[in-house]
């Protein structure tokens, strides 16, 4: 069964350092999405990205986050000058074209550490 | 703006005994709603969802939910749980149309005891 997939697993930086979080969706899907986990809270969303642009971003996503889909496979976060705070877990999604599959598929998620 | 309340926090429960976790969603307009499920140590998995006709949805691993749009409740039910069913849930909700997001709630641990 087709799956969402993400590496690494768990990422640790120092405060001030970019870091690219990676996923690879579901191959025939579309619709792309980032949420993110902070420990014992909810999930919440960050960005989505239709046809090679974000088609809605969240207040947390502010100008140090960066998504891009830089082949046909690849769906990246980029943060820059990260910050104590960035530390949680991201989760990627993804979503088919069809009106009548809403659902989006979650990969298993990295774990940032920001020191 | 949508939102989603699931009240309870932790649900403790005896193995065979059944469940209901609680999710209220609060929304003007149609929406679409989700049960996911977390795992210790692992990603979020689709365990069911209404997106429009019965109201009544199942999974495949006995877990069923009911759309109350009256009530605007998606209550998760087990009429008996196992030990392999300890995890974290969440309800989600998505506003049909071109908002892409889902909304989560704050999540129910389910703890099944022996």
């Known amino acids: 069964e087709p799956e969402v997939t993400q590496t690494p697993s768990h990422q640790v930086t120092q405060m001030g350092q970019e870091v690219i979080l990676r996923c690879v969706p579901i191959?025939?899907?579309?619709?792309f999405y980032w949420y993110r986990q902070i420990l014992g809270q909810k999930v919440e969303f960050l960005v989505s990205?239709?046809?090679?642009?974000?088609?809605?971003k969240s207040e947390i996503f502010d100008d140090r986050f960066s998504v891009e889909r830089p082949d046909g496979s690849n769906f990246t976060l980029k943060i820059r000058s990260t910050k104590l705070e960035d530390s949680a877990m991201y989760f990627c999604?993804?979503?088919?074209?069809?009106?009548?599959?809403?659902?989006?598929?979650f990969g298993p998620g990295t774990r940032l550490t920001v020191l | 703006a949508q939102s989603v309340t699931q009240l309870d926090s932790q649900v403790p429960v005896f193995e065979e005994a059944p469940v209901e976790l609680r999710c209220n969603y609060s929304s003007s307009v149609s929406v679409y709603l989700f049960w996911y499920v977390q795992y210790p140590n692992q990603g979020l998995q689709l365990l069911l969802k209404y997106l429009s006709g019965s109201t009544l949805v199942e999974s495949i691993n006995g877990f069923e939910a009911e759309f109350n749009k009256s009530q605007t409740s998606f209550h998760l039910r087990k009429p008996s749980v196992h030990i392999s069913d300890t995890a974290e849930y969440f309800c989600?909700?998505?506003?049909?149309?071109?908002?892409?997001?889902?909304?989560f709630g704050t999540g129910t641990l389910l703890a099944v005891q022996p």
């Open positions: 989600a909700v998505r506003r049909g149309g071109a908002t892409n997001k889902l909304i």
């Open positions: 191959s025939n899907h579309l619709y």
């Open positions: 990205f239709y046809n090679n642009e974000i088609s809605e």
């Open positions: 999604a993804s979503r088919g074209t069809s009106g009548s599959a809403p659902e989006q598929f």
